[in-house]
């Protein structure tokens, strides 16, 4: 797996190799390229790179000036300290939106969907087609923060949940963002095919989904992947229809 990176500072290239390497000692982690000029002669001479991880301003310029000229079968990660690309880098097949500091788990998260897409059946490109005639359905958020608004990348939600009558995306670095929508207006902008509203209170996208447990009431509960999951069990009103969703996506109970 050879993961580029794009990255005028040396101390967070250095961050980012030793993150990568801690993942794993097997990717291939070629950098840094701190200009728009170096990055593009290198992509005109390679043509085997999996993961481009990209800070978006480079030091002579915007790394979307390099990614124009990028294959679609490469996955992109933007790591940033600018929140008002976000919206821009969606444009290209980007997997995540990362703020600095970068978040350890924020980015394994994020490499490990690229890893999963390049060993499946389907490429990258296949991948962001799909995305892009999915294009009805809701990718991001505007969420209010102190100093104004944000944007959240849907790829970048755990899962949603509505407490004391207010709608929160939760991330995965647990941080959680009000939302000024209510779950079920959230639940008919979402791809059914990816994401599903589970009971009254949680919607989860269905690569979260570690299993279902069939509980002695006849109820079932809902586990998701990685730790502190929340306790989700499954609406009543709603098993048939999750079920099915889970099976056709080859997760059985």
């Known amino acids: 797996m050879k993961i580029l990176i794009l990255e005028d500072e040396i101390y967070n290239f250095r961050m980012l190799r030793r993150m990568l390497e801690d993942m794993s000692q097997s990717y291939n982690i070629v950098g840094p390229f701190s200009t728009v000029e170096m990055a593009r002669e290198y992509i005109n001479y390679y043509d085997d790179i999996d993961i481009i991880i990209a800070d978006i301003q480079l030091s002579d310029g915007l790394s979307f000036d ?19 690309y976000a919206l821009k880098a ?36 296949t991948f962001f087609r799909k995305i892009k005639d999915n294009s009805n359905f809701r990718e991001r958020f505007v969420v209010k923060v102190a100093k104004g608004e944000k944007v959240i990348l849907l790829s970048n939600v755990r899962f949603i949940v509505s407490e004391h009558k207010t709608t929160y995306l939760k991330l995965f670095d647990d941080r959680s963002f009000a939302v000024d929508m209510t779950l ?28 279902v447990e069939h509980l002695r009431n006849g109820k079932e509960q809902l586990h998701l992947k990685g730790e502190a999951a929340p306790e989700i069990i499954i609406s009543r009103i709603r098993k048939a229809e999750v079920n099915k969703w889970l099976k056709e996506r080859s997760l059985t109970t």
């Open 66 to 84: 390099v990614l124009d000229h990028v294959n679609d079968n490469v996955a992109i990660i933007f790591t940033t300290a600018y929140e008002e």
């Open 90 to 125: 969606f444009e290209y097949n980007s997997l995540s939106y990362l703020l600095k500091p970068i978040d350890e788990k924020e980015l394994s998260v994020a490499i490990n969907k690229a890893v999963k897409l390049r060993m499946s059946d389907n490429c990258y490109s």
């Open 184 to 211: 079920n207006e959230i639940s008919k902008q979402l791809n059914p095919e990816l994401y599903m509203r589970v009971n009254r209170k949680y919607i989860v996208p269905f690569e979260q989904v570690d299993s």
